[in-house]
């Protein structure tokens, strides 16, 4: 048997004149997709909302209901369903005050009746479209990042920060997350935003190691229009897209002093001050930072304020790199390798104990994001249903050659890794970015630098 959704568009009119209503329904129901009922009274209206209408059309002046009472008795017994008044009344004052009470339009009966109430529908509709794919984005944000799906790990080590985020996750309490580069800092603060109250509201990432310097400030708290040259429109900051949610600041070591000053006073008061202008604007956010590098380190240099450190240290978190986190490798692996098959419409390929080893072998110093890359080739590569040892690829290093890398430092491994993919993928950024988990601005910044070259 065969289940029919039910994907029509559903309208009720209310409207006391049969021949006036007939008119509206027809011109409506021209719209195979609309299914458009018609009551001739309020009350008749109301008894049948149980039926879900996506939108409500109806006369003001009708006679067993005021339209006031029927508007107000609609949105308190569903305040989602959308609401057009039509009505013969031209006074503004009417209108405004039905528009405040939570009507969505105002069309007055004349010529040109119908065709306003066409637009007026599409608009509802589309805007209704918009909100609820809002909505499903956001719910399938929640599932991804659920704690169990995004958090992969049964070692010792990973095991003991998920006590704190736990922890996490029930405060408000501000996160610092530190560990090397791709151990997951970004995914950890993802999964404490997604289980914990302020789901439902944003969550906005900030690396501010890719912020050129002279907009850190209109990035983090805004600007007034002409606020500098080339402000020519009002800019919200990111601590503002992130009221009653969290921001995210990524690499905050890397912070000039000036800005840690201005960022100091914004968490005490809790409030910005957009650049150029004067009204504080108060901000409701949960702060969880991350960096690599040691800020009690940074501050005995000199490099780090001191009572900045103490307002954004709150809960800390350590992220082990992945060497030591034991056998959460092969869990890792068995679940990018079946991530990378889903995605590619591909079976998903086991892995030989040859693999295993080689990548046991390994120190993965680009961590969890290496390991993702590495296998993300693996399966790509692989001809049958099993990854074997050749498939198992170290930026095309062989053996000894990977010995000498592990001489290298941490960022000469990192850009080893973005040189790798954007060769692989002919310098398309967007591409490797997406690959990598990284911002493309990151990239785009090595590229300027010099520390990756471009042929």
Same mark, same amino acid.
């Given at each position: 048997?065969?289940?029919?959704?039910?994907?029509?568009?559903?309208?009720?009119?209310?409207? @006391?004149?049969?021949?006036?209503?007939?008119?509206?329904?027809?011109?409506?129901?021209?719209?195979?997709?609309?299914?458009?009922?018609?009551?001739?009274?309020?009350?008749?209206?109301?008894?049948?909302?149980y039926?879900?209408?996506?939108?409500?059309?109806?006369?003001?002046?009708?006679?067993?209901?005021?339209?006031?009472?029927?508007?107000?008795?609609?949105?308190?017994?569903?305040?989602?369903?959308?609401?057009?008044?039509?009505?013969?009344?031209?006074?503004?004052?009417?209108?405004?005050?039905?528009?405040?009470?939570? #009507?969505?339009?105002?069309?007055?009966?004349d010529?040109?009746?119908?065709?306003?109430?066409?637009?007026?529908?599409?608009?509802?509709?589309?805007?209704?479209?918009?909100?609820?794919?809002?909505?499903?984005?956001?719910?399938?944000?929640?599932?991804?990042?659920?704690?169990?799906? +995004?958090?992969?790990?049964?070692?010792?080590?990973?095991?003991?920060?998920?006590?704190?985020?736990?922890k #996490?996750?029930?405060?408000?309490?501000?996160?610092?997350?530190?560990?090397?580069t791709g151990?997951?800092k970004?995914?950890?603060?993802?999964?404490?935003?997604?289980?914990?109250?302020?789901?439902?509201?944003?969550?906005? #990432?900030?690396?501010?190691? #890719?912020?050129?310097? @002279?907009?850190?400030?209109?990035?983090?708290?805004?600007? =007034?229009?002409?606020?500098?040259?080339?402000?020519?429109?009002?800019?919200?900051?990111?601590? =503002?897209?992130?009221?009653?949610?969290?921001?995210?600041?990524?690499?905050?070591?890397?912070?000039?002093?000036?800005?840690?000053?201005?960022?100091?006073?914004?968490?005490?008061?809790?409030?910005?001050?957009?650049?150029?202008?004067?009204?504080?604007?108060?901000?409701?956010?949960?702060?969880?930072?991350?960096?690599h590098?040691?800020?009690?380190q940074?501050?005995?240099?000199?490099?780090?304020?001191?009572?900045?450190?103490?307002?954004?240290?709150?809960?800390?978190?350590?992220?082990?790199?992945?060497?030591?986190?034991?056998?959460?490798?092969?869990?890792?692996?068995?679940?990018?390798?079946?991530?990378?098959?889903?995605?590619?419409?591909?079976?998903?390929?086991?892995?030989?104990?040859?693999?295993?080893?080689?990548?046991?072998?390994?120190?993965?110093?680009?961590?969890?994001?290496?390991?993702?890359?590495?296998?993300?080739?693996?399966?790509?590569?692989?001809?049958?249903?099993?990854?074997?040892?050749?498939?198992?690829t170290?930026?095309?290093?062989?053996?000894?050659?990977?010995?000498?890398?592990?001489?290298?430092?941490?960022?000469?491994?990192?850009?080893?890794?973005?040189?790798?993919?954007?060769?692989?993928?002919?310098?398309?950024?967007l591409?490797?970015?997406?690959?990598?988990?990284?911002?493309? +601005?990151?990239?785009?910044?090595?590229?300027?630098?010099?520390?990756?070259?471009?042929?």
């Amino acid at each position: 048997m065969q289940i029919q959704l039910d994907m029509s568009y559903k309208i009720f009119i209310v409207e @006391d004149d049969p021949w006036y209503g007939q008119i509206l329904m027809h011109h409506l129901s021209l719209n195979p997709d609309y299914e458009v009922q018609l009551f001739e009274k309020g009350r008749e209206l109301l008894s049948n909302l149980y039926k879900k209408p996506n939108l409500v059309c109806m006369d003001f002046g009708l006679p067993d209901i005021k339209g006031e009472t029927l508007l107000k008795e609609i949105k308190t017994r569903n305040s989602e369903i959308p609401v057009i008044i039509i009505s013969g009344q031209e006074e503004i004052s009417v209108a405004v005050q039905l528009l405040k009470a939570g #009507a969505k339009d105002y069309i007055i009966k004349d010529e040109h009746t119908k065709d306003m109430l066409w637009r007026s529908v599409i608009n509802i509709k589309e805007n209704q479209s918009l909100r609820e794919e809002v909505n499903t984005l956001r719910e399938e944000l929640q599932t991804k990042y659920s704690f169990e799906k +995004s958090i992969i790990g049964t070692s010792q080590a990973i095991k003991k920060t998920f006590t704190l985020v736990e922890k #996490a996750i029930k405060t408000n309490i501000n996160v610092s997350l530190t560990g090397e580069t791709g151990t997951g800092k970004e995914v950890f603060a993802k999964a404490i935003h997604y289980n914990s109250d302020r789901k439902r509201k944003p969550f906005i #990432a900030v690396n501010m190691a #890719a912020i050129p310097k @002279d907009i850190a400030e209109s990035e983090l708290f805004g600007h =007034e229009k002409g606020a500098f040259t080339g402000a020519d429109q009002l800019k919200k900051g990111k601590f =503002e897209e992130a009221n009653g949610g969290t921001i995210f600041l990524d690499e905050i070591g890397e912070m000039e002093l000036s800005l840690q000053v201005k960022l100091l006073r914004v968490l005490q008061e809790r409030e910005v001050v957009r650049v150029g202008g004067n009204k504080p604007i108060p901000f409701d956010v949960r702060i969880i930072s991350a960096t690599h590098k040691n800020l009690a380190q940074e501050v005995k240099k000199g490099n780090f304020r001191e009572d900045l450190y103490f307002r954004m240290i709150g809960l800390p978190i350590e992220l082990p790199p992945l060497r030591d986190r034991g056998n959460d490798l092969f869990l890792l692996a068995k679940h990018f390798v079946e991530q990378t098959a889903k995605e590619n419409g591909m079976k998903s390929p086991s892995i030989s104990n040859e693999a295993r080893d080689k990548l046991l072998s390994y120190p993965f110093p680009g961590n969890v994001r290496e390991l993702k890359a590495v296998i993300e080739l693996a399966v790509v590569m692989c001809e049958g249903s099993e990854i074997s040892l050749n498939d198992i690829t170290f930026h095309n290093a062989t053996r000894s050659d990977m010995m000498l890398r592990e001489n290298k430092s941490l960022k000469e491994h990192t850009n080893d890794i973005i040189r790798y993919y954007l060769t692989k993928n002919d310098n398309n950024v967007l591409k490797t970015a997406e690959i990598l988990e990284i911002g493309k +601005s990151t990239i785009y910044n090595l590229i300027k630098s010099g520390d990756i070259i471009i042929e």
